[in-house]
T-cell receptor, first 110, second 115 residues
């Protein structure tokens, strides 16, 4: 089974709203986490990462939250734009072994 | 970004034939990876390389072999393709940091169909 999963396979939001994409991971020893964005027909693109000694990290319009107590990771996208429509993956890493979730498809409605 | 290129981008082949996918990087990174992506699954690691002639198996290595004779090229070979190997294959390089940190930068993918 998947060591990393996503609560919702699809998410639809209105343009301008904030998006929250969730991810559960299973290995409490994982020490590094990454969010990727994948547009149709393209390879995954790095968005933001976070190490296990942090619980929050912010980028440009994106924030990743890590809750190690419940092994939960989330990606928040502020003021979602049509260009944000894509599949988003979380990944967890432990001891050089990186595992990816199946992905959540984000659709932004105009 | 042309730091990593995959070829071919699309291939249709028949069961039992050999197939080689090529990954070429221009950034001189030590670590290179081959993943496959299938509906309902996350990216799954096939093989990876941590240097010239240094490779190791990943999660789904059965039926695949790899070679890295020079830093810039990482080849994935299916000795005898099967329909279960129909997938999209992604090569990745590790930019910066140790093997368990740093950004995995992916190529555009190679779509393989085995009939």
């Amino acid at each position: 089974g998947e060591s990393v999963g996503l609560h919702l396979p699809t998410l639809s939001v209105q343009e301008g709203d904030n998006s929250i994409i969730n991810c559960a991971y299973s290995n409490s020893a994982s020490d590094y986490f990454i969010w990727y964005k994948q547009e149709s027909g393209k390879g995954p693109q790095f968005i933001i990462d976070i190490r296990s000694n942090m619980d929050k990290r912010q980028g440009q319009r994106v924030t990743v939250l890590l809750n190690k107590t419940v092994k939960h990771l989330s990606l928040q996208i502020a003021a979602t734009q049509p260009g944000d429509s894509a599949v988003y993956f979380c990944a967890e890493n432990y001891n050089n072994d990186m595992r990816f979730g199946a992905g959540t498809r984000l659709t932004v409605k105009p | 970004d042309a730091g990593i290129t995959q070829s071919p981008r699309h291939k249709v082949t028949e069961t039992g034939t050999p197939v080689t996918l090529r990954c070429h990087q221009t950034e001189n990174h030590r670590y290179m990876y081959w993943y496959r992506q299938d509906p309902g699954h996350g990216l799954r690691l096939i093989h990876y390389s941590y240097g010239v002639k240094d490779t190791d198996k990943g999660e789904v290595s059965d039926g695949y072999s790899v070679s890295r004779s020079k830093t810039e090229d990482f080849l994935l070979t299916l000795e005898s393709a099967t329909s279960s190997q129909t997938s999209v294959y992604f090569c990745a390089i590790l930019r910066g940091g140790l093997a368990n940190t740093g950004e995995l930068f992916f190529g555009e993918g190679s779509r393989l169909t085995v009939l």
